[in-house]
């Protein structure tokens, strides 16, 4: 038996990237997934079974229907994977209040939205696991994204307070931080395009000497989706290769 037997999944931000690996991975260890995103997602879907919906995650009316739908199709909600996210690209001293709004909009309240209404849907059947993907940007800061860096200290401190709650009213709830470091997604293959020399600095941010690949970062939330991951939560799940747990060379 495969590890997310049965279980129903939903993964935001599911059309591509660490969302597209988690989907791809979550159906082959036996999981009905339901993925949401604002770009289309339809040949993904019917590639992998899996079931798409477009969702933009700043909204609440959004949420409250697509949880819905999942209860009247599946039953019950089981695993949620808050991975929808976007960048600023604006340092401290550039940004725009549109900008850091709508960073905060998507990264922040998107996930506060959908812990929300996890933990209204699983606590109807005893349980699950709900997994925030953060980034190593949690722990240090960006200097030319503040309102990035901004929200993924945020999504820790979501993660924290909903894991206490959960704990405390015996929900059997666990909500846990997935953070990725350099991995070679569209976003840093958009800075390799423009500039190749990135490619290299990009790869030597980790100790490791390379960058990861979205499937890495997929393996983790199996883990985290899992009844492996039972006694876990409010804990942070690094998958960057060592950046954090490193000084800087001298």
């Not at 997602?41 to 995650?57: I, M, N, P, Y």
């Not at 229907?65 to 340092?91: M, T």
């Not at 940004?95 to 960073?103: C, G, M, S």
């Not at 983790?220 to 492996?228: F, G, N, R, T, W």
Request: charged fraction near 20%.
């Amino acid at each position: 038996m495969t590890r997310l037997q049965d279980k129903v999944a939903l993964v935001t931000g599911g059309a591509s990237g660490i969302g597209e690996a988690t989907v791809r991975r979550f159906v082959d260890e036996g999981a009905r997934v339901v993925f949401t995103d604002v770009a289309d997602g339809t040949e993904l879907a019917h590639e992998t079974g899996s079931t798409f919906v477009r969702q933009d995650v700043s909204d609440p009316e959004a949420w409250t229907e697509v949880v819905r739908s999942i209860e009247e199709q599946h039953g019950k909600l089981d695993v949620l994977v808050n991975n929808a996210g976007i960048v600023g690209n604006q340092s401290i001293v550039d940004t725009d209040l549109e900008t850091f709004n709508r960073v905060m909009a998507i990264n922040v309240t998107g996930v506060a939205l959908g812990t929300q209404a996890a933990i209204a849907s699983m606590g109807k059947n005893g349980g699950g696991s709900i997994i925030n993907v953060a980034s190593t940007t949690s722990f240090l800061g960006l200097a030319f994204d503040l309102a990035y860096t901004a929200s993924k200290h945020a999504v820790v401190g979501i993660t924290r307070s909903s894991a206490a709650y959960c704990a405390q009213e015996r929900l059997g709830i666990r909500v846990n931080t997935l953070h990725p470091g350099a991995i070679y997604t569209a976003i840093l293959q958009s800075h390799v395009e423009k500039r190749p020399e990135l490619f290299d600095v990009f790869s030597n941010m980790a100790p490791v000497g390379r960058m990861g690949d979205a499937s890495e970062v997929a393996s983790m939330a199996v883990y985290l989706a899992s009844d492996d991951s039972t006694f876990s939560t409010g804990a942070q799940f690094v998958v960057d290769g060592g950046i954090v747990n490193t000084h800087p060379s001298m």
